[in-house]
Structures are given as structure tokens and as C-alpha cells.
Nanobody, 121 residues
Framework: QVQVEESGGGSVQPGGSLRLSCTAS????????MGWHRQAPGKQRELVAF???????NYADSAKGRFTIVRDNAKNTVYLQMNSLKPGDTAVYLC???????????????WGQGTQVTVSS
């Protein structure tokens, strides 16, 4: 089984920065993509950023120019560097990995439990 765990959330002032980390562990044959969604109460779940193997990163319009996603394949880890944070960025940030446990296994999407980001004065 594959597990995904996020860390790095917290409370910051507007204009501040946070770096979120996400690590996949367990029986992993390959990781085809990793990314981040966010969920705020009363709002629709939103794709923030993702990166697939051998491809450039993709970002939501609200994240472009402020957020950067970086993948460390050796550590099965992806980071989300968030700069110039706004109150509207407040949400639970959830990491996912698109993974295969073996060569013959089907691809599955595994989600972490989420980490809270709060941006307020």
C-alpha cells in the first residue's frame, strides 16, 4: 500500500510565505504525477498545482506567479512553495500522488490527509 503525508502548514500574515512538503511511502513502483488541491469550507475543491513525470508544472490561474511546485524524485517528495500569500489562500491543502505499486498494477491516485494553511492579519 502507498501512503501520502503532507506537512508545513501554519498561520502567516498576508504577503508571507510557506513551503508545504508531501512525501509518498510504501510499495512504490513509479510515481507518474504529484500535485496539490485545496479545500476551503463552503467552496469548491480546487486544483492548485501538479507536475507529471517528464513534463512542466501546471498551475491554477490564482497560483501562477506566486506558487511553485518542485518534485524530488529521489525522496518521493513534492514541495509547494507559496509566496505572496493572500487571505483567499486559506484552506486545507491536500497532496496526491498518481502511483503504481508494481509494473502490472493499475494506476491509482492516493491522497494525503491535508495540512491547514491560514492567512490572516
Amino acid at each position: 500500500q502507498v501512503q501520502v503525508e503532507e506537512s508545513g502548514g501554519g498561520s502567516v500574515q498576508p504577503g508571507g510565505s510557506l513551503r508545504l512538503s508531501c512525501t509518498a511511502s510504501g510499495t512504490i513502483f513509479s510515481i507518474n504525477a504529484m500535485g496539490w488541491h485545496r479545500q476551503a469550507p463552503g467552496k469548491q475543491r480546487e486544483l492548485v498545482a501538479f507536475v507529471a513525470a517528464g513534463a512542466t508544472a501546471n498551475y491554477a490561474d490564482s497560483a501562477k506567479g506566486r506558487f511553485t511546485i518542485v518534485r524530488d524524485n529521489a525522496k518521493n517528495t513534492v514541495y509547494l512553495q507559496m509566496n505572496s500569500l493572500k487571505p483567499g489562500d486559506t484552506a486545507v491543502y491536500l497532496c496526491y500522488g498518481v502511483v503504481k505499486s508494481s509494473r502490472s498494477s493499475p494506476t491509482q491516485t492516493v491522497w494525503g490527509q491535508g495540512t491547514q494553511v491560514t492567512v490572516s492579519s
